[in-house]
């Protein structure tokens, strides 16, 4: 047996050096995606306090612009929560589950949507003959 010499390309290298170079990006996007999801719950924060706020000032207010701005800050939390909802799902795990739910969801109701009629179908089918003779 001869020692492997370490500036010799061996397809191992490049297997683990591609792996390696993988792993690294997906620690990047990991990255990204939590300062996001931190960015994104300073921001919830101050959205929620700003619409306490206004919903204080409204109470005794009432203006319609108080009530604009609040509905705003509504609809920026929800989009919020979204994002945060979905902090930790990638696009191939959200892709995952979607068809995870399609196969679960449909393909068991259709296919016992089928089973429940088309038994009834034959069950009726020979009811008919039978009385036919």
């Given at each position: 047996?001869?020692?492997?010499?370490?500036?010799?390309?061996?397809?191992?290298?490049?297997?683990?050096?591609?792996?390696?170079?993988?792993?690294?990006?997906?620690?990047?996007?990991?990255?990204?995606r939590?300062?996001?999801?931190?960015?994104?719950?300073?921001?919830?924060?101050?959205?929620q306090?700003?619409?306490?706020?206004?919903?204080?000032?409204?109470?005794?207010?009432q203006?319609?612009?108080?009530?604009?701005?609040?509905?705003?800050?509504?609809?920026?939390?929800?989009?919020?929560?979204?994002?945060?909802?979905?902090a930790l799902?990638?696009?191939?795990?959200?892709?995952?589950?979607?068809?995870?739910?399609?196969?679960?969801?449909?393909?068991?109701?259709?296919?016992?949507?089928?089973?429940?009629?088309?038994?009834l179908?034959?069950?009726?089918?020979?009811?008919l003959k039978?009385c036919?003779?």
């Amino acid at each position: 047996m001869s020692p492997e010499n370490p500036s010799q390309p061996n397809g191992n290298n490049e297997e683990f050096e591609q792996e390696l170079m993988r792993v690294e990006r997906s620690l990047i996007a990991l990255k990204q995606r939590y300062a996001q999801v931190q960015r994104d719950s300073r921001h919830q924060g101050e959205l929620q306090q700003r619409e306490q706020q206004l919903q204080q000032e409204w109470q005794s207010i009432q203006s319609p612009e108080l009530e604009k701005e609040l509905q705003q800050i509504q609809e920026q939390l929800q989009d919020l929560e979204i994002s945060l909802e979905s902090a930790l799902l990638s696009d191939r795990h959200l892709k995952a589950l979607f068809w995870e739910g399609v196969r679960r969801g449909l393909m068991g109701e259709v296919f016992w949507q089928i089973v429940r009629f088309g038994g009834l179908g034959v069950i009726l089918g020979w009811l008919l003959k039978s009385c036919a003779r």
